[in-house]
């Protein structure tokens, strides 16, 4: 923190997402994840098979969600969860299990609006995959964002082609970029989400990454560190080859993460920056640290720097 008040609004040195959702909602609002049992095109044979290298769902799918369970049920159970440790008193529809728009638009108009028929749901946050998303669907969101809060968030994971081959995603980066840039002007909320640490990508093309993103019509941007997972490819590859992967230590990942937010669009608001995956799941990197941890040492990182979100900002024309 400093004295100087930015231009979002406070004297936290970067523009952070629950500061966004405190002057959105005036209440409490908590996210209750969803699994509607969706697959992905790079698993179900449409793109390719296998998914993303470094894929595993289960390390970030909450024990209430299950698709055995209907969109109702999880969210009675979501809030049943919550009430007892926040008392948050509404909900945001998360669906966020594999890619949440691959289907046919009756299926994901029926199960968004199961969502949003709770009286406790006031939105709905939907993850997927840039490539997975038509134009139909995009104008129904519109519609529904007239009256709640509707937020897509994209996996671009990386602006750089190669990566996205190494990690077979199935898609391009100019796929992402065209997604975003149709999706924007239509009162959704757009999230997009990197991965640091990617095959083919170093850490100066990570950080032009984040960059570049942050011209885009996002609204928010989340990213992480790269995390090698059991029962993955990935794992098996990096068994064989360690050597091709850039594995951040803590201490440098705090560093990079504060010369991205140097250098990012600070209308931009950051939710995220590293992820934990459950004990078991982790092969590497180990930094046995939880993500408030992490805030705090990047607050005082930012503090020791002198910077803020945007200083040395240049908008791309
Ligand atoms: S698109 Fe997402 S859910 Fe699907 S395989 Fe890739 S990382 Fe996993």
Not at 19 to 40: M, N, P, V, W, Y
Not at 108 to 133: F, M, N, Q, W
Request: glycine content about 6%; proline content about 4%.
């Amino acid at each position: 923190m400093t004295d100087k008040q930015f231009q979002w609004g406070n004297n936290k040195r970067y523009n952070d997402f629950p500061s966004l959702f405190k002057r959105r909602f005036s209440e409490r609002i908590q996210k209750i994840s969803i699994d509607a049992g969706f697959t992905c095109p790079n698993r179900d044979g449409t793109k390719g098979v296998g998914g993303c290298t470094y894929c595993n769902n289960n390390s970030f799918n909450p024990a209430y969600c299950s698709p055995k369970k209907t969109v109702t049920e999880q969210i009675a159970l979501g809030i049943d969860f919550f009430n007892a440790k926040y008392k948050a008193q509404r909900y945001l529809a998360y669906f966020q299990a594999y890619s949440n728009t691959y289907g046919t638009l009756d299926h994901l108009k029926r199960i968004y609006e199961e969502a949003l028929s709770h009286e406790k749901v006031v939105g709905l946050v939907i993850g997927t995959r840039p490539d997975c998303v038509s134009d139909a669907l995009l104008v129904y969101l519109e519609g529904l964002a007239k009256d709640y809060y509707i937020s897509m968030e994209y996996g671009v994971e990386s602006l750089n082609n190669d990566a996205l081959k190494a990690i077979n995603r199935g898609h391009t980066y100019q796929e992402a970029e065209k997604t975003i840039i149709r999706t924007s002007g239509r009162g959704i909320h757009i999230g997009a989400h990197l991965v640091n640490g990617l095959p083919c990508d170093t850490p100066q093309m990570m950080l032009e990454h984040a960059i570049s993103l942050s011209n885009l019509p996002i609204d928010t941007l989340k990213m992480h560190q790269l995390q090698i997972l059991n029962h993955t490819t990935m794992a098996k590859e990096y068994e064989v080859n360690p050597e091709k992967f850039h594995l951040f230590e803590m201490e440098e990942y705090l560093d990079f993460v504060v010369d991205v937010i140097e250098r990012i669009n600070p209308e931009v608001s950051l939710e995220r920056f590293i992820n934990q995956a459950p004990k078991g799941w982790l092969i590497a990197p180990k930094w046995g640290i939880k993500n408030f941890e992490f805030v705090a040492k990047l607050d005082k990182k930012l503090v020791e720097r002198d910077a803020w979100q945007g200083k040395f900002f240049k908008k791309i024309p």
